[in-house]
């Protein structure tokens, strides 16, 4: 049996090429639809190949006899159909006429030949000169064992599918590219890789013999990783070769035909680091990917993928029992030294993006230009840019650090810990205290948190800061998901939303909660859009969720979506059967979610216009303000910076076409205008209103604006010059903004408060007595804060006492400021201390020095201090006038009360809700209401050893319902479609050469 020479060599060739002896390798399984372009590509190779040695694995199709006139009978092996590509490779090589010799070049010598393998599938078609580049880079970075060239798409010649192939530490296949990414010779660098994909590898001889070929038990998919991680275990280098050009189809792994064995690539990833990984590195990586593929497995289950959830448990259970036997059968020392270098680090991280996006997005590799490309992208350049303009513009907040306080920014200290704490405790020890539970928010805040070194004002300042930033990332996003919007349109989208006063002004006055719907808005009305679309069966789930957290930070968000989201189903759902059922998940999760803080603002509509914060002063906008999207008040710009967007609005109107788009855009700007409106009837903040409102008038400027790029190229002039205004006009309100945002900076309230302000005498005090601080107000109303040992919490100031409690504290200020007393009042209250601010100013500080049940303890020009003759704390004994303090902590108390008359009473100075539980000597304590709103307690003559707790269970039961809830809501957002990574492209058809196209052979034997 002789080797095949499939043509004659028709030029001289340099004698550093001529000694190189090439058998390519080809695999077969039902591949006539390609197989005459492979051959086609393989006979007309510019080195001509040496051996050509074929393998047929049961195919039914017309593919053996195609390959049995190519290569002849005796050149053809016939395989069965459940023959591994392994396999088939390994008996193919093994082959006769893999192996018969091949006679030296004339002049030549045989000493120094070199033997190399060329395998090659079926669906890959290598361009004429692949060869000839493949071997000449061996000759020229040597010492190279094995190479590999770069693989481009069969059906689109100019997208880029591999140029090298690494593995990271979860098992994912990286390839450095991104999705359908062109060839522009951008990765035309010879490097080391990690591996190199067997359609086109290029492998010396004795270096496959060494390492045994490729190993069957990975199937299809991941023998090639598997085979490079060896070569550099035997200290071999594995090359690409990017002048080298193959063309490949991936069939099989794009579903385009069917293979007779099971593949899973699953259990495949996870073999090649079972196997490979030194112990060290195994022990680390073993657990790790365990737990992986059990969060996997569960996110599979819960996504109603029962099948995906199975194959993701088979795949680790069949890793797991074939690696033992696969490590004992490698040689001896194994290491990962050579190819760690390779594998991008903190995989797990770096793939967040996917489970959001719902497709693959290629991580960064080190190869130079990656970071370049991304840089040069229109929505990373513009977010870097908001980001700059917001340092610059925000910069007196920089120097604030854990301190910053003011306007409707609760000052955040402690850590995140205490977040936790407060939400889930189900009472709060903050001013006459609470049992109502935490506003949602302060838990997403402490979810913030946790990750930002535990610190919750560096949540608060990253929301801040980022909020510009992000509020035109999403904006640009979801800009660029409506039909015809080009880059130009949609980064002035994002940048004009980002920059409204809205923005700017919520900024000012510490508003995160209109900061925070700022941002998630676009992404809301993005998966509100794909609602209506059938395939995005989790775009309602989505929506949801992204609702609740803006519900959590501002109610209001949550009663403009079902004002906007009601009609626009009748408007845009049409006939669709599951809009109506999808607008329900999305509108009727959110209040669920976050009960039972619902309720209480069913029960108090007004607190829906509230948002996360303090009630700051509010200045009541113009008329002329509210129509230009201005809130007014600190950090707005002049109220005709946007007059350019409004009129770019108003024009939309006049265009014939793309009228959906102008009118949805239009008909939620006028929503959230009449909302505005109605919030400062009340008096409140029309900032979230006016979000939506602006949202709308961006919607409707960005068809205006796509119009407008058309017609500057048109041939007449007028058309021209009236789309050159409305860009102008379009672009000056985020240029204006800008100008404006920086060149005066933030100018609200938000400053740094002085821990000193405030003298918290009380921390050493172990009876817990409070403080109570007055202001005088214009008009001579009189503001009341009672303070504890610890300034409150962000969520705290939205923990109201119950209305008993805080009518018997105003008859009690009324006393006091009144000048008849009430210092007595103040004691049953807890109250142990009197502060007046600015006493010099404040004609509170005569009147508390004229009443004569208080004692003044000092006074400096920042703080007056007075002190009630009878002393105060928490827990107070009565027994007739004589009130003595006792010990306690901030919520339990033990203590043990001495002997004495009967009738006495312990007043625990904190609302009667039925959540206290008390014994005295083991045996419940009798308890009952003081002054119609006090818990108290009778107390025998005996006295007695007194425990005092608040019973939680309910709450925590509560809160880790909610938490179960929102982690399943969580799952069923992600998108349905494979986390695993899927094969990119479509089923395509055709591509191949007709049987007739191919060239004649000439059959010379040797």
Not at 179 to 185: A, L, M, V, Y
Not at 540 to 565: D, I, K, N, R, S
Not at 778 to 807: F, H, I, K
Request: aromatic share 6%; hydrophobic share 50%.
């Amino acid at each position: 049996m002789s080797p095949v020479r499939l043509t004659t060599r028709m030029k001289i060739l340099a004698p550093q090429l001529d000694r190189h002896v090439v058998t390519a390798v080809l695999v077969t399984h039902d591949g006539a639809r390609w197989l005459p372009e492979t051959l086609k590509a393989l006979l007309t190779q510019s080195h001509p190949i040496d051996r050509l040695v074929a393998a047929d694995t049961g195919s039914t199709d017309a593919g053996p006899a195609m390959l049995s006139e190519v290569v002849g009978a005796g050149n053809l092996l016939t395989l069965p159909a459940g023959t591994r590509y392994a396999d088939a490779i390994r008996e193919t090589v093994a082959h006769p006429a893999s192996n018969i010799a091949v006679p030296a070049p004339e002049g030549g010598s045989g000493a120094d030949r070199v033997e190399w393998i060329w395998l090659l599938h079926d669906d890959s078609a290598p361009a004429p000169d692949a060869l000839e580049r493949l071997l000449r880079t061996a000759e020229n970075h040597g010492p190279a064992m094995i190479l590999g060239p770069k693989l481009r798409d069969w059906e689109d010649r100019r997208v880029l599918l591999e140029a090298g192939i690494a593995i990271d530490r979860t098992g994912r296949r990286e390839t450095g590219l991104d999705p359908q990414e062109f060839d522009q010779g951008q990765h035309d660098t010879i490097r080391e890789v990690m591996a190199v994909s067997t359609a086109g590898m290029l492998v010396r001889r004795d270096v496959w013999d060494e390492l045994g070929g490729l190993d069957p038990s990975f199937g299809l998919f991941r023998d090639d990783v598997d085979f490079g991680w060896r070569a550099y275990a035997a200290g071999h280098r594995v090359l690409i070769a990017p002048d080298a050009v193959v063309f490949h189809a991936e069939a099989a792994t794009r579903g385009e035909r069917q293979v007779a064995y099971s593949a899973d690539d699953r259990r495949s990833a996870l073999l090649v680091l079972f196997a490979n990984l030194p112990l060290s590195a195994l022990a680390l990586s073993l657990p790790f990917n365990v737990v992986a593929s059990l969060v996997r497995a569960a996110f599979f289950a819960a996504s109603r993928r029962p099948g995906a959830a199975g194959g993701e448990l088979a795949a680790l259970r069949g890793a797991l029992f074939r690696a033992p036997r696969l490590r004992r059968a490698r040689r001896p020392g194994l290491t990962a030294s050579g190819v760690n270098r390779f594998q991008p680090r903190w995989p797990t991280l770096r793939r967040l993006p996917d489970v959001f996006t719902g497709h693959r997005i290629p991580l960064p590799s080190a190869e130079p230009g990656v970071l370049a490309r991304w840089l040069r992208r229109p929505g990373v350049l513009m977010t870097l840019a908001l980001a700059l303009v917001a340092l610059v513009a925000e910069r007196s907040l920089l120097a604030t650090g854990g301190r910053l306080g003011g306007g409707a920014l609760v000052p955040a200290w402690g850590g995140a810990s205490d977040l936790w704490a407060e939400y889930l405790t189900g009472w709060h020890p903050a001013g006459l205290g609470s049992g109502t539970g935490a506003p949602p928010y302060a838990g997403v805040l402490a979810v913030l948190a946790t990750p930002l070194l535990g610190k919750p004002w560096l949540a608060v300042l990253v929301v801040l800061l980022a909020g510009v930033p992000l509020a035109g990332l999403t904006a640009y996003t979801a800009a660029r998901r409506l039909r015809g919007i080009g880059v130009t349109v949609a980064v002035w989208a994002g940048v004009t939303y980002a920059l409204l006063p809205v923005a700017t002004g919520a900024i000012a006055t510490g508003r995160v909660g209109t900061v925070v719907v700022l941002v998630l808005l676009p992404l809301i009305g993005v998966f509100g859009g794909d609602m209506l679309r059938e395939p995005s069966r989790h775009a309602a789930w989505a929506a949801a969720l992204l609702l609740t957290v803006a519900m959590a930070f501002a109610p209001l968000t949550w009663l403009v979506a079902v004002l906007v989201g009601v009609p626009a189903r009748y408007a845009l759902g049409g006939h669709r059967p599951y809009a109506g059922r999808r607008l329900a998940i999305a509108l009727g999760l959110p209040p669920l979610l976050l009960l039972p803080w619902t309720l209480r603002l069913l029960a108090h509509p007004a607190e829906f216009l509230d948002e996360a914060g303090l009630r700051a002063a509010l200045a009541r906008p113009a008329a002329a303000h509210l129509v230009m999207l201005s809130p007014g008040g600190p950090g707005t710009p002049a109220f005709w910076v946007t007059a350019g967007l409004a009129v770019t609005g108003l024009a939309a109107l006049l265009l014939p076409r793309r009228r959906t788009v102008v009118l949805t855009g239009w008909l939620l700007a006028l929503a959230g205008l009449l909302v505005a409106i109605l919030v400062l009837a009340r008096p409140a903040w029309p900032g979230v209103a006016l979000t939506f409102a602006a949202a709308g008038v961006v919607l409707a400027a960005s068809g205006m604006l796509r119009g407008a790029l058309v017609r500057l190229r048109a041939p007449d002039l007028l058309p021209r010059a009236a789309a050159l205004l409305a860009l102008v006009a379009a672009a000056s309100t985020p240029v204006l903004a800008a100008a404006m945002w920086i060149l005066h900076g933030v100018h609200g309230p938000l400053f740094r408060p002085n821990p000193e302000a405030f003298p918290l005498v009380v921390e050493s005090h172990v009876t817990k007595p409070r403080m109570l601080v007055l202001s005088g107000r214009p008009g001579g109303s009189v503001a009341a804060t009672v303070l504890r040992d610890r300034s409150p919490l962000p969520g705290e100031e939205s923990v109201p006492a119950p209305d008993a409690a805080r009518r018997h504290l105003r008859a009690a200020v009324a006393g006091l400021t009144s000048g008849t007393g009430g210092a007595s009042a103040l004691t049953r209250l807890g109250v142990g201390y009197v502060l007046v601010p600015n006493p010099g100013r404040d004609p509170l500080a005569a009147t508390l020095d004229a009443t004569p049940d208080l004692t003044r303890l000092g006074r400096t020009s920042r703080f007056g201090l007075w002190q009630p003759v009878t002393p105060a704390g928490r827990l107070m004994l009565l027994s007739g006038r004589t009130v003595t303090p006792l010990a306690a902590d901030a919520t339990d108390a033990k203590v043990r009360i001495p002997p004495g008359t009967a009738g006495r009473t312990l007043l625990l100075a904190e609302p009667a809700d039925g959540g206290w539980h008390a014994t005295i000597d083991g045996h419940p304590a009798r308890a009952r209401t003081l002054d119609g709103w006090a818990q108290a307690y009778d107390v025998p003559a005996s006295g007695g050893a007194f425990t005092l707790h608040r019973g939680m269970l309910l709450r925590h039961l509560w809160v880790a319902a909610q938490g179960l809830a929102l982690l399943v809501v969580a799952l069923l957002a992600l998108p349905s479609g494979e986390w695993i990574e899927r094969p990119r492209g479509r089923r395509r058809r055709g591509g191949h050469a007709r049987p007739r196209d191919l060239p004649v052979l000439s059959g010379a034997e040797t």
